[in-house]
Nanobody
Framework: QVQVVESGGGSVQAGGSLRLSCTVS????????VGWFRQTPGKEREEVAV????????YADSVVEGRFTISEDAAKNTVYLQMNSLEPEDTAMYYC???????????????????WGQGTLVIVSS
């Protein structure tokens, strides 16, 4: 059973930083794709950053704008999202999704990850 657990959310002032963590319990020999997504009420969940076990990654430039960095500690099965220069528009529930295969985007350029965490709330005040 694959479990995904996020942590690190909280409340910060605009311009501040947070680091989110996503720990995925998975077979160590398996390829994987882990991504950070966010969602606000009434809006669709949007991709923020994704990392593949082959070392590649992808950012949603319109969201990140050079402010966020995704990284991993493979030994800890943990993926991080370092968020700097936070803005009130970054306020959202942040979710971590994972799949036990390399990242594969569909015809709509979307990832369909199988496993999801419960989310961690980020609030940025002005």
């Amino acid at each position: 059973q694959v479990q995904v657990v996020e942590s690190g959310g909280g409340s910060v002032q605009a311009g501040g930083s947070l680091r989110l963590s996503c720990t995925v319990s998975r077979p160590n020999s398996s390829p994987y794709c882990v991504g950070w997504f966010r969602q606000t009420p009434g809006k669709e969940r949007e991709e923020v950053a994704v990392i593949d076990s082959d070392g590649s990654w992808r950012y949603a430039d319109s969201v990140v704008e050079g402010r966020f960095t995704i990284s991993e500690d493979a030994a800890k099965n943990t993926v991080y999202l370092q968020m700097n220069s936070l803005e009130p528009e970054d306020t959202a529930m942040y979710y971590c999704g994972a799949g036990l295969e390399h990242c594969l985007y569909d015809e709509d350029d979307r990832l369909n990850l199988r496993y999801w965490g419960q989310g961690t709330l980020v609030i940025v005040s002005s």
